[in-house]
């Protein structure tokens, strides 16, 4: 039950304290009690638990692991492409 | 920086490539272990993601994973749900709670049975839910059955504040917020678990996501610290695990025993200090609380402050609440697989007695307990 939802901000109403937030096509209120103020911008990705915004996801983080996530496979894949290399070049059964 | 889209949140870390990458890479470095080793996922929210996708086969036989307690629906001993049921049928009272409680049954019934026998029990999304609840039934008293960890209790304090704040007058709430770091220190303390002869030692902790984000990691602090247990803050997306775990491996490959944090998109060192100091300002720790499949833990759950009694329910109500002690089952070896002591399939009543429809056990109750999880995709296991 402590799962939250990945979410964007689309709307803020400052007197309501709540904003709207925007999960892959459902919109929904969230308030944000738990929010400094100003801390939550039209825009910004934050986690929604039961009616309520408790963070501001950190974009440039989210977008840092993604990046080392690709540039791990890429190099995963290059280390396997070496080994068939090698595997091929010790092959005694190459045809001819 | 590139352009981030909601839609990366989700499928950047689910990506099946990755997860396989992350296996590779933990194979790898698992080679390199001295020993066989033991990682506590302490959420439930992770033992539902290891097991929906599928992670323990992915994994090299020298890891193995404990599943935690940290599913606060199951370990809601039966004493607590007998107060909700006994409360939801006085006259005049509306229940309100959190869906996840719907089945949890206690001695005397599930909060759904206590729904058939005519009592009004609400299933409600959110604790703010409640406001127009009170306010659509001005004659009713509205109690508010809080459940959750940290990740939930400042949604609670939200509303006791809204509900001060606004002075409404017919909502009242029954506290059961626990805490993880006490349950964690119980179940490395108990010498049953943390014994280097033991298989089912401890060698390392996956720290909850969202719980973290509220505290903060700094609540973990103590088990590098005093109990030389690393600790890796994990999201609970499977790429996040993989990399969490590959983090543990590493600090052991070389001899470190770090505080770290894998989901650092959300959770930093401090946490949310708002929500933390609403946590404060209307609660204060319990000297103990029974877990269920467990026993007592010491300082592991939240009350309200005494100034608040005017708006307890457990205060208010305490002539007709039931204190006595209650068994679990006896078939029943939940107790053991919270303590790493045995897994799921091993219990005499596991999928037969025991299922998700109708739960005899703590963990078969909820979808992030540990039975439940092996009943719906344990399938999977090749053990």
Redesign the interface.
């Known amino acids: 039950m402590c799962l939250s939802i990945p979410s964007k901000v689309v709307n803020i109403d400052k007197e309501r304290n709540v904003a709207v937030v925007d999960t892959m096509g459902v919109t929904r209120e969230a308030g944000l009690e738990l929010m400094q103020e100003n801390e939550v911008q039209i825009g910004d990705y934050v986690l929604l638990h039961i009616g309520f915004i408790m963070n501001k996801i950190d974009e440039a983080d989210a977008v840092e692991s993604l990046k080392v996530y690709n540039e791990i496979l890429q190099k995963l894949d290059e280390e396997e492409r070496q080994q068939v290399m090698k595997d091929d070049d010790k092959c005694q059964n190459r045809a001819p | 920086?590139?352009k981030?889209h909601?839609?990366?949140?989700?499928s950047?870390?689910r990506?099946s490539?990755?997860i396989k990458?992350?296996s590779?890479?933990i194979e790898k470095e698992a080679k390199k272990l001295s020993k066989h080793i033991n990682i506590m996922e302490v959420?439930?929210?992770h033992t539902h993601s290891v097991m929906k996708y599928g992670l323990p086969q992915l994994l090299p036989k020298n890891i193995n994973f404990i599943h935690g307690p940290?599913?606060?629906?199951c370990i809601m001993p039966k004493e607590r749900i007998d107060h909700a049921y006994v409360l939801a049928l006085q006259d005049n009272v509306i229940l309100v709670t959190?869906g996840?409680m719907i089945k949890v049954p206690g001695s005397k019934g599930s909060l759904q049975d206590a729904r058939s026998k005519g009592a009004d029990v609400r299933f409600v999304?959110?604790?703010?839910?409640t406001l127009k609840i009170a306010e659509e039934n001005p004659e009713k008293k509205i109690i508010f059955f809080a459940?959750?960890?940290e990740?939930?209790t400042?949604?609670t304090a939200?509303l006791v504040?809204?509900v001060l704040q606004r002075n409404i007058k017919n909502i009242f709430f029954h506290i059961n917020h626990v805490t993880v770091p006490e349950v964690m220190e119980q179940l490395v303390d108990s010498g049953e678990v943390n014994h280097d002869s033991c298989d089912n030692r401890i060698d390392a902790f996956l720290g909850?996501?969202?719980?973290s984000?509220?505290t903060g990691s700094k609540i973990y602090e103590r088990f590098p610290q005093k109990y030389n247990l690393p600790v890796v803050v994990a999201g609970?997306e499977p790429?996040d695990i993989m990399e969490a775990i590959l983090m543990v491996i590493k600090q052991i490959n070389e001899s470190r025993c770090e505080l770290e944090i894998e989901y650092?998109?959300?959770v930093n060192h401090h946490g949310?200090i708002?929500?933390q100091a609403?946590i404060e300002k209307y609660f204060e720790k319990a000297l103990q609380f029974k877990w269920r499949g467990l026993g007592d833990v010491p300082s592991s759950s939240y009350m309200l402050r005494q100034e608040y009694a005017h708006i307890d329910a457990e205060k208010l109500y305490r002539d007709i609440l039931p204190f006595e002690e209650i068994e679990d089952y006896k078939l029943c070896i939940c107790g053991d697989i919270l303590r790493g002591m045995a897994k799921p399939h091993q219990c005499s009543v596991f999928g037969t007695t025991c299922k998700p429809s109708t739960p005899l056990g703590s963990c078969m109750v909820?979808s992030?307990g540990a039975c439940a999880a092996y009943y719906k995709y344990g399938n999977l296991l090749n053990e």
């Open positions: 920086m590139s981030l909601l839609e990366d949140l989700y950047g870390f990506d490539n990755v990458g992350f590779k890479l959420c439930g929210g940290g599913c606060p629906v959190l996840d999304y959110s604790p703010l839910d459940i959750g960890f990740t939930t400042p949604m939200s504040d809204i909850p996501s969202h719980v984000v509220i609970f790429v650092k998109r959300s949310n708002k929500a609403l909820s992030e």
